[in-house]
């Protein structure tokens, strides 16, 4: 199937490992010209020349906090000001208990999980608009359909962006711009090792361990890999997508044990 989006430009924030670098991949592979960003400038140049030599797309590579107005405004600026297609995603907030929480660790999270992605669609939905076709796609979690109780932080702030999508993208979709969001289930990403190692700590088991207990969880029996992730993801921003608005698409194995 071709997706009909070669030629188009991409932002994909936080992309040089895990499931932005899997998002940046995949529409990398449909000769989409991609803006990745992340802080660590070596592996950020690293998957930025990966990138161009696998797939012989432009890529510019912006080392920025993307969490941060100035680190938002340093992408903007290699943007170009024609965004045709937005990937939002930022790490993750760190697990703990309700009763530890304070109001600056809930403004951390909002501002990351929350206000960073609606700030960046404000600033590039209305360019797609004016030229009548855009995608934008936010990376949330399963947390937001099924609690996760120490990711109180994640629940909290990305539910929030959730309300916010659910009604901005029936305003915009007229105009020819889709906004939903990809819901992960437990990926084998960094984050995925570094809760894993957590749960190391916590009850005194191995690494191997752990990862088998949480992968015995998930009805498909496995993690999922950044590479399918990214598949879905170059899906909702193809040509065939423009009908998907404001949906939030689970890609959890099966994890999330519900109906709907
Ligand atoms: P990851 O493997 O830790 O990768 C994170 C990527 O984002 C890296 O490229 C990192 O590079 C970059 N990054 C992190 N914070 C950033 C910031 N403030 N500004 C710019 N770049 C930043 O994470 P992941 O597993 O792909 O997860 C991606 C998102 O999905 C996270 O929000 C996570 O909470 C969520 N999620 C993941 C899973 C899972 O199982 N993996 C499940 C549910 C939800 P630098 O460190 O160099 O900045």
Known sequence: MDFGIKGKTALVCASSKGLGYGCAAALAEEGVNLVINARSEGPLNEAADVLRSRF?????PVAADITTAQGREQVLAACDGSVDILVNNAGGPPPGMWTDWGRDDFIDAIDANMLTPIALI???????????????????????????????????????????VAGTSRQVAGAGVT???????????????ALDNGVVQAKGITMEEARAERAATIPAGRYGTSEEFGAACAFLCSQHAGFIIGQNILLDGGGVNATF
């Open 179 to 193: 906004i939903n969001n990809l819901l992960p289930g437990i990926h084998a990403t960094d984050r995925a090792t």
């Open 122 to 164: 404000q600033a590039l939905v209305p360019g797609m608009m004016a030229r009548g076709w855009g995608r934008v796609v936010n990376i949330t979690s399963q947390s937001v359909k099924a609690p996760i109780g120490v990711l109180g932080l994640s629940n909290t702030a990305r539910t929030g962006l959730t309300g916010f």
């Open 56 to 60: 012989g797309v432009k890529v510019t």
